[in-house]
């Protein structure tokens, strides 16, 4: 089944402990991304990738890292979590671009990680 | 700023009764907008892209339209399982990746 999988999908954590979500699809997609989801706020671009080591800021990039040493995955790294930091977090897939030329496939969702940072 | 707005925030519908919901978007060089069904507890799932004003996308009773300041989502005839909140992005000029999600409109339709 093709899909994005995010793990863990519920986390506590305390404030500054190093922590890693990760992203991984199965579906060859070149472009991944991160976003958080806030009551009121939406959903907003945390960072993206256009394939293997290409990455850039989205647009609420602070306190956060990625990588993308693999095409299947895109982990997202709280090097001190703070509480601030408590979201919903999902990953994101598509094939090419969002839209450009690319036949408009949007992107594919993973089910979510809640973070809670106390 | 780029700005994507939509309404209602909530809508309440009857079974059967159609309704429609607005994006509204002060992007300039719209790249594609999109849109988004999310269920509770779920990521979004994708909808639709629409690219230049006047084109129309349908799927089963949702319709998708565009013009050059905003996207109506037409729900014809909606049921129960219609509830969702849902989601409009667009893209803009910067990069494939560059997109903003408006904050959504939940949609309850009632037996």
């Known amino acids: 089944e093709a899909q994005v999988t995010q793990n863990p999908r519920y986390l506590i954590t305390v404030t500054g402990k190093k922590l890693t979500v990760t992203c991984s699809q199965n579906?060859?997609?070149?472009?991944m991304s991160w976003y958080r989801q806030d009551p009121g706020l939406g959903l907003r671009q945390i960072y993206y990738?256009?394939?293997?080591?290409?990455?850039d800021k989205g647009d609420v990039p602070e306190g956060y890292k990625v990588s993308r040493k693999e095409k299947r995955n895109f982990p997202l790294i709280l090097e001190s979590p703070s509480p601030n930091q408590t979201s919903l977090y999902f990953c994101?897939?598509?094939?090419?671009?969002?839209?450009?030329?690319?036949?408009?496939?949007?992107?594919?969702f993973g089910s979510g990680t809640r973070l809670t940072v106390v | 700023e780029d700005q994507v707005t939509q309404s209602p925030e909530a809508l309440r519908l009857q079974e059967g009764e159609s309704s429609s919901l607005n994006c509204s978007y002060t992007v300039s060089g719209l790249r594609g907008l999109f849109w988004y069904r999310q269920d509770p507890g779920k990521g979004p799932e994708f909808l639709f892209t629409?690219?230049?004003a006047g084109e129309e996308k349908e799927k089963e009773r949702l319709k998708a339209t565009l013009t050059k300041k905003e996207s109506f989502l037409h729900i014809t005839a909606p049921k129960p399982e219609d509830s969702a909140t849902y989601l409009c992005a667009v893209q803009r000029p910067g990069g494939y990746q560059k997109v903003t999600f408006g904050t959504g409109t939940k949609l309850q339709v009632i037996p």
């Open positions: 990738s256009m394939n293997v080591e290409v990455t």
């Open positions: 994101a897939s598509s094939f090419g671009g969002m839209g450009l030329g690319t036949g408009g496939n949007g992107y594919t």
């Open positions: 629409l690219y230049s």
């Open positions: 579906m060859n997609h070149e472009y």
